[in-house]
């Protein structure tokens, strides 16, 4: 009533009460013109190569870097970068898709040997290459064997974040010293 609406109740004793309340109707709303929403690429043109047994974790690694404009080539295990390198070497044109890589992401734990294995190797045709290793490995001798490398190391489980963070960490380039 003091909105103004229309109030109705009907009640029978012992059955009980129904009680109505009249609205106008409302004027459906217009639309408003909305920006598109843009996705920030912070990797944009960032040539990646990732290594992962796990095809889940591999998926998810791809599909994040490429949403932040990362161009990606992704291997499920040593043998397939190794191959994918043989094959650049011979035809240029045929194994890498990515010509000189900008960033290797591995796996620690491979079926056919380690992420540092995989970083030796890169290296050995892309010397210098920034390297990130993953691992959900908590066993005393491989996180010794990954703090001796020198390797920046991502500890599994991570969010987008923490990998994001990691990756511009690895790619930022260390102070030069005037001296």
């Known amino acids: 009533g003091l909105l103004g ?8 004793a012992g059955r009980g009460s129904c009680f109505m309340v009249g609205l106008p ?31 889940s974790v591999l998926a998810a690694l791809t599909d994040r870097l490429r949403q932040w404009g990362a161009l990606v080539q992704a291997h499920a ?22 010509p000189r890589p900008d960033l ?7 079926p056919d040997g380690s992420g540092l294995e995989t970083a030796a190797l890169m290296r050995l045709h892309h010397a210098d290459l920034p390297v990130l290793v993953i691992t959900g490995n908590t066993q005393t001798e491989e996180l010794a ?8 190391v991502l500890h599994k489980p991570f969010r987008a974040e923490a990998l994001l963070a990691a990756i511009q960490r690895v790619l930022r380039p260390l ?5």
């Open 145 to 152: 064997l990954l703090q001796a490398s020198h390797l920046p």
């Open 77 to 98: 295990s040593l043998t397939s970068m190794r191959s994918a390198l043989v094959l650049a070497a011979a035809e240029p044109d045929a194994g890498m898709p990515l």
């Open 175 to 179: 102070p030069s010293h005037v001296g």
């Open 104 to 110: 290797l992401v591995t796996d620690q734990r491979l």
């Open 5 to 12: 609406h229309r109030v109705h109740l009907r009640s029978q």
């Open 25 to 55: 109707r409302a004027q459906a709303p217009v639309p408003q013109a909305t920006a598109p929403r843009v996705v920030p690429q912070p990797l944009a043109g960032l040539r990646v190569v990732v290594v992962d047994d796990d095809p």
